[in-house]
């Protein structure tokens, strides 16, 4: 986004599935301490973000920013808590 201080859309190149994870990174990791797996999720603002990266550099990153969590964790973080959250039970 434009206004989310990152100024990727500034950059003469895209950024790196990296990069957006390393920036991103205290901001994800201070919610996801603060309320837990089970009560975070990653989501995206696209079409919204084209501007700044792709949904895979975005996807990518979200990925990177997992790793160390649990099988559980993952699950919750990447469907788990959508599915309680908006009841989207029995839906694969």
């Known amino acids: 986004m ?5 100024g990727f859309n500034e950059q003469s190149e895209p950024p790196s599935s990296e990069m957006v994870a390393a920036r ?7 919610c996801v301490e603060a ?4 009560r975070s ?3 995206s603002n696209f079409p919204v973000d084209k501007v700044s990266y792709s949904y895979q550099v975005f996807w990518n990153a979200c990925k990177l920013m997992a790793k160390g969590t649990t099988s559980t964790e993952k699950t919750d973080l990447f469907a788990g808590t959508a599915r309680r959250c908006y009841r989207l039970n029995g839906i694969d």
């Open 35 to 38: 309320f837990g797996a089970s």
């Open 2 to 6: 434009r206004y989310n201080g990152f």
């Open 24 to 30: 991103c990174r205290p901001y994800v990791e201070t």
């Open 41 to 43: 999720m990653f989501e």
